[in-house]
Structure formats: C-alpha cells, structure tokens
T-cell receptor, first 115, second 110 residues
Framework: DGGITQSPKYLFRKEGQNVTLSCEQN?????MYWYRQDPGQGLRLIYY???????QKGDIAEGYSVSREKKESFPLTVTSAQKNPTAFYLC??????????????FGPGTRLTVL | KQEVTQIPAALSVPEGENLVLNCSFT??????LQWFRQDPGKGLTSLLL?????REQTSGRLNASLDKSSGRSTLYIAASQPGDSATYLC?????????FGKGTTLSVSS
C-alpha cells in the first residue's frame, strides 16, 4: 500500500524535553511538508523540503528543526524552545513542489501534548 | 498576504439535502485549489484538486468550482448522507505550500 505514515499517534512531552515526530512516505514523492493544526485554526506550515538534503522554513518554524537525509523520510523535532507545542502535527508529501498539479497527500497525524 | 476564508463555520442538514460549502481567497495568483475532508482526530483526505486553468472538477457526488477572478470556490455535495459528516477544508497553493481556511464542519442527520 502506498501512503504516508506518521508515528507515534500520540506523544507526551515534559517541559524542557526535545521530541521527534516521524514521517515516512513510499509514494516516491520529492517534496515533503510539516503542518501544525490548533483547534479553531487552519493548518500552518512549519517546514518543507523540495529535495533530499534541502529544506526551507515555513511560517512558524521557530522552536522546530527538521532533516531530510532520505527521500522517503522527513522527521520533525520539537525543541524545548517551542513555547506552546501542544497541537496536532500533520505531515504531507507531493510528487513535486509548485505548479498546477501539485496535489498534496497527508498522513494520519501525531497529537503532541505537553505535560 | 493570501488569506482563505470558509463560510459557514458549521452546517447541519438532514439526510438527502444538496448543499454548498464556500471558500474565498484574497489573492487570485494561485497554482491550484484543493478541497480536503477531515474526520475527528484524523489526517486530511484529498477530495478534489482544481488547477488554476480549470473551472470545475467532479468526483462522484462532489463538484468543486473555481472562479479566480472573484476569489471564490464552492464545493457542492449532492444527496448528502450521514457518512458525509466531517470537517471540510479548502486550501490554495501559494508557491510550494498550501494556505488553509479554518474549515466548515458538516453534520448530516438521518
């Protein structure tokens, strides 16, 4: 089955801890994205990557870091510098970035809660 | 700065009714517009993508239209069913990533 997987489904973090959210895709897509969803708000872009070993900041990158060492993987680290990390995190991918045909597909999400 | 608005925020209808969800955007320079469905606690499922050069797309009981000049898109759902209950999100492509509206939460009662 082709698709996007995210793990874990639920994650709990203590104050001051860094945590890493996993995102894997087997769609052979070049571009991958991380979004954050808060209640009553639209999704907001954290980071995106158009190709291996390259990534760009989105609208709310402060307190987050990413890596793109493999085409199929785009992990997100939520650092202790992120002041309000409790949210639902969604990973997405598309065959290429930009253009009319850039349809994005989403994973099932990770819900992060700070204790 | 691109802004995407969805009205209404919530909608309740009886089963079998045809309905329209609205999406508006402030900058007409878009690559495409996507409609998504989100069930509670789940990820997003892509429903339809309308390229900027297109006026509408259809998939089963769903029909989405796009009017770039007025900055509007509509999602038409025919013969609604209880299984259609979910939050519907529209998003416009700005360069690489998507700009999302806050969604319309639809409830279809049997």
């Amino acid at each position: 089955d082709g698709g996007i997987t995210q793990s874990p489904k639920y994650l709990f973090r203590k104050e001051g801890q860094n945590v890493t959210l996993s995102c894997e895709q087997n769609l052979n897509h070049d571009a991958m994205y991380w979004y954050r969803q808060d209640p009553g708000q639209g999704l907001r872009l954290i980071y995106y990557s158009q190709i291996v070993n390259d990534f760009q900041k989105g609208d709310i990158a402060e307190g987050y870091s990413v890596s793109r060492e493999k085409k199929e993987s785009f992990p997100l680290t939520v650092t202790s510098a992120q002041k309000n990390p409790t949210a639902f995190y969604l990973c997405a991918s598309s065959s290429r970035s930009g253009g009319e045909n850039n349809e994005q597909f989403f994973g099932p999400g990770t819900r992060l809660t700070v204790l | 700065k691109q802004e995407v608005t969805q009205i209404p925020a919530a909608l309740s209808v009886p089963e079998g009714e045809n309905l329209v969800l609205n999406c508006s955007f402030t900058d007409s320079a878009i690559y495409n517009l996507q409609w998504f469905r989100q069930d509670p606690g789940k990820g997003l499922t892509s429903l339809l993508l309308i390229q900027s050069s297109q006026r509408e797309q259809t998939s089963g009981r769903l029909n989405a239209s796009l009017d770039k000049s007025s900055g509007r898109s509509t999602l038409y759902i025919a013969a609604s069913q209880p299984g259609d209950s979910a939050t519907y999100l529209c998003a416009v492509a700005r360069g690489t990533a998507l700009i999302f509206g806050k969604g319309t939460t639809l409830s279809v009662s049997s």
